[in-house]
């Protein structure tokens, strides 16, 4: 090899070497790697909490209409409204009163019934074991004066994190159930 060819490979060699130290030194892009790392984790975190937020938010919402909604059926206001179209409507327009900002008001499902005594009012168990909503009895009885109530409301919502978390009853179609409910003895309002 020439003395001239020598040259320009020792050159060569010399410019590579300093290149790969000076790459192998660089940590201007290690910021970057490590957040394309983190960042699914950190924002599939920050989702969920905010839609664990979210859904208190309308669990609290749902617990205040059923709270609003008994007050009226237990004053007698419902049964005062006529018959049992007029009743439901008096029903709703309390619960959509308190808790219609979050909640569309026609998405909910009532089961509502009345019983002589605080033991016998049980209540099925509207989510069954394949993880569907049985809606098949759901009834609504305001009852009479001196009767005991009980009020369940079920929203069903879609939620994108609930299948990590369990801290929600699910449904097998993906989305969430949210239960507010009430029991009471209605006022003497009329003849016990």
Request: glycine share 8%; net charge positive.
């Given at each position: 090899m020439?003395?001239?060819?020598q040259g320009i490979w020792q050159g060569f060699?010399?410019?590579?070497?300093?290149?790969g130290m000076a790459f192998r030194r660089s940590r201007g892009g290690a910021t970057a790697v490590e957040f394309a790392m983190i960042a699914p984790l950190f924002f599939g975190s920050l989702f969920a909490i905010m839609e664990?937020?979210?859904l208190y938010l309308k669990t609290t919402a749902l617990e205040a209409g059923v709270e609003e909604a008994k007050r009226?059926?237990?004053?007698?206001?419902?049964?005062?409204?006529?018959?049992s179209?007029?009743?439901?409507a008096k029903f709703k327009a309390a619960f959509c009163d308190q808790a219609g900002w979050i909640i569309p008001c026609d998405a909910l499902k009532w089961d509502v019934r009345?019983?002589?005594?605080?033991g016998a009012a049980a209540m099925p168990n509207r989510l069954k074991a394949d993880k569907t909503f049985d809606e098949s009895d759901l009834q609504f009885n305001p009852g009479k004066p001196c009767e005991i109530v009980v009020i369940r409301g079920y929203y069903m919502t879609k939620s994108i994190t609930a299948?990590?978390?369990?801290?929600?009853?699910?449904?097998?179609?993906g989305d969430v159930v949210l239960t507010g409910a009430a029991a009471f003895k209605n006022e003497p309002y009329g003849a016990c």
């Open positions: 020439s003395v001239a060819r060699k010399r410019r590579t070497a300093r290149a664990t937020g979210t009226v059926t237990m004053t007698g206001q419902v049964v005062g409204a006529g018959d179209t007029a009743q439901l009345a019983f002589k005594t605080f299948m990590i978390r369990n801290d929600v009853a699910q449904l097998s179609s």
